[in-house]
């Protein structure tokens, strides 16, 4: 079995990287070469902590694993990461463990990737302005992600933490772009062409008569039960996006809305797999707000590692072991 360890994984993908792959999952999923298997994520009653499982297999790829971990919140306070992820890959063949990841810095890159697909596919070809609701580590993540598909000008970003939006605003200005510290979330939502949110909140933070017409928005931080960014107005009023329709109406952003009867399962026929495959059109229309519910598959996780690993084993690094 091959060791990864965290600090290698950076060098071994690159953002360009995890987009092709992300991207190339989703597809296969959207032919049913691929499938993730149901979520485990609960919390755990200690530290504040939520744990979770999430398993699948691309045949398409032959990547075969699970990535398990979650959110320690308090984490932050003695200097460690706050979301912390290990990814287990199998042989397909023979069931025999072939590679164990480190998985902190891939989890925020795949995240970014599947909100870049989105924004390639759904964002007007023309926006600007990237709002981020949520200045913490992932939105560096998206930042980068998103520039890969969208020539952005200007950054507004919004968040409770002063230090949050300092740190942003120093990595957009060593990029060469603008940026403004948003005193409310209205005004970044206002702002945006395209919109991000990025937070662990459980009550809607953006609301609907803020969002302007021809708005994209990734909404990527309600992953369990319970959290929440939007308004569930504002989700009944976009043009929909999924990853996977079940995770969606159970933890991801379309949960409230669904639980409320204004957007049913017939409402969210579109995939982002539909669209990477090429099954599904983008954007109909420029003052169409799109929506795109990132609740995070584990298809993206494992076509994320083993990029890593077959770059590993290419390279001669990692430590080989046996169990």
């Known amino acids: 079995m091959l060791l990864i360890p965290e600090n290698l994984v950076p060098e071994l993908l690159s953002v360009t990287d995890a987009l092709a792959a992300v991207e190339r ?46 959110y320690w919140p308090q984490n932050a306070a003695a200097g460690r990461t706050n979301h912390q992820s290990t990814i287990l890959l199998f042989d397909p063949e ?38 981020i609701i949520g200045a913490g580590v992932q939105s560096r993540y998206q930042l980068h992600a998103t520039l890969a598909v969208r020539n952005v000008k200007t950054v507004v970003a919004w ?52 969002v302007r017409p021809g708005t994209h928005i990734n909404a990527m931080g309600a992953d369990t039960a319970g959290k929440q960014e ?29 639980r409320l009867g204004l957007v049913g399962r017939s409402d969210l026929t579109r995939t982002l797999g539909g669209l990477a495959s090429g099954r599904q059109r983008g954007r109909s229309h420029d003052d169409e707000i799109t929506l795109f519910d990132g609740t995070g598959i584990a298809l993206q996780d494992l076509a994320a590692a083993g990029a890593v690993v077959a770059r590993a084993r290419e390279r001669g690094l990692g430590l080989e072991v046996e169990l």
């Not at 993730?36 to 699948?56: D, L, M, Q």
């Not at 409310?184 to 803020?210: C, F, G, H, M, Y």
């Not at 079940?246 to 409230?256: N, Y």
């Open 25 to 70: 999952t989703f597809a296969a999923y959207d032919r049913d070469a691929a499938q993730p298997y149901p979520v485990v994520r609960e919390t755990i009653g200690h530290k504040a902590a939520v744990f979770g499982i999430k398993s699948g297999f691309d045949r398409s790829a032959m990547v075969l694993g699970l990535k398990a971990g979650g």
């Open 94 to 131: 023979t069931g025999m463990p072939a590679a164990l990841v480190g998985a902190n810095y891939l989890t925020g890159v795949r995240t970014g990737a599947a909100s870049a697909i989105a924004t390639r596919h759904l964002a007007r070809e023309g926006a600007s302005t990237l709002s």
């Open 159 to 210: 968040d409770p933490l002063a230090a949050n939006l300092e740190m942003l605003g120093r990595d957009v200005a060593a990029l060469g772009l603008g940026f403004t510290a948003a005193a409310s979330a209205e005004e970044a939502v206002r702002r945006a062409d395209i919109l991000i949110t990025v937070t662990p909140s459980n009550a809607a933070i953006v609301q609907k008569e803020w």
């Open 230 to 258: 939007l308004t569930p107005e504002l989700v009944a009023a976009s043009s929909v996006c999924v990853d996977a329709v079940e995770q969606a109406i159970t933890i991801g952003e379309c949960q409230h809305a669904f």
